[in-house]
């Protein structure tokens, strides 16, 4: 089968032909229909630190993959042969974060991938493998980051930073929970798209929302200024909640954070029942994630425009377009 693989950081990704996976027990072999990628994705591709996390080359990248299983290892139950699934990206509780697909094993762009029985999701059948596959990370993330880490719910004012792919989850994630939303980005280009997912307004700089008073900052760029500024910007007894990992380390005002008890929280992925709540919200029509497809043989050069800060919304590829899979209308 083909797979796009990763040889090392600093190094291209490369098509090439690798054996197609068997299923052992407890693990089963899904046909990749949709791929997304992501900003994580790039991070390995550089090296970049991801602290407890191991990456060993050379992997097939991809840890947001849906699909069809084609065949099941032995003792695996509640699901079969022909199951629509997502190939859940689990984080929590964080000491069950274990399969991590396209991180500790081979994961989705590639025909076919290996998932353990524990990661998977059945898709709902108005849910769209494209949907299904981003919405694994780039929106069960989001989700997570909103209404779990920072407890976000009716009647409360939301900021947040960063208005690609998870900020636009985010900020529709929070307006869904009936939170009054205010988005922040460098670019204005952005903020058309984010006040169609229901901000109220969007600013360039991070400060220009203290005025606002947001009892919750949830920043997706995690670069050094906008994690300082966030921590000065949000209300006295309000919290910020790092997602994005833009940056390596960030200076924080100790008095800000001590003086203003300003809670600073880590969020991480998303547990399973999220991306089920997930999964529920797009087949209701309520959340509705923007995709692009990539062709899969020009995965590599579309990686170099997430790089470069070309992409809004969420780029996927299909793996088996060329086997003659259907597109699926996003």
């Known amino acids: 089968m ?17 054996p197609d996976p068997e299923p052992g027990p407890g693990w089963v072999v899904v046909d990749i229909e949709a791929a997304g990628l992501c900003h994580s994705d790039l ?15 050379p992997l097939t990248l991809g840890h947001e993959g849906a699909g069809v299983i084609s065949s099941v290892g ?70 997570h980051a909103v209404r779990t880490a920072g407890s976000v719910r009716r009647g409360r004012t939301v900021g947040v930073i ?4 998870l900020g636009l989850n985010g900020v529709r ?46 920043d997706f760029a995690g670069v050094a200024s906008t994690v300082a500024a966030a921590v000065e910007s949000v209300r006295p007894g309000g919290c910020v909640v790092l997602v994005g990992l833009g940056g390596a380390v960030a200076e924080i005002s100790i008095a ?39 062709p899969f043989a020009e995965l590599p050069a579309a990686m170099d425009r997430l790089a470069r800060g070309e992409v809004r919304g969420r780029l996927y590829t299909r793996p088996r377009a060329d086997l003659r899979v259907p597109a699926e209308v996003a």
């Open 162 to 165: 960063g208005l690609g792919g």
């Open 256 to 294: 800000a954070m001590v003086m203003r008890n300003v809670r600073l929280v880590g969020s991480l992925g998303a547990s399973k029942d999220e991306l089920r709540e997930v999964y529920e919200l797009i087949a209701s029509g309520a959340l509705k994630p923007a995709v692009q497809e990539v």
């Open 74 to 143: 032995e003792g695996v139950r509640d699901f079969a042969v022909g199951d629509r699934v997502g190939i859940a990206l689990v984080s929590h509780p964080i000491e069950d974060a274990h399969f991590a697909p396209g991180v500790g094993h081979d994961g989705a762009f590639a025909e076919r991938e290996l998932a353990h029985v524990s990661t998977l999701v059945h898709i709902p059948d108005n849910v769209t493998f494209a949907e299904a596959a981003v919405a694994t990370d780039s929106v069960a993330t989001a989700y």
């Open 43 to 57: 991070h390995i591709m550089s090296g970049m630190d991801l602290g407890d996390l191991t990456v060993k080359a």
């Open 2 to 18: 083909k797979a796009i693989r990763f040889a090392g950081a600093g190094r291209p990704l490369n098509m090439e032909t690798v």
């Open 173 to 218: 994630i929070a307006a869904l929970l009936g939170a009054t939303v205010y988005g922040v980005d460098v670019n204005p280009a952005t903020f058309g798209p984010a006040q169609d997912a229901g901000a109220t307004a969007c600013f360039h700089d991070v400060r220009q929302l203290a005025d606002r008073r947001p009892d919750v900052i949830v």
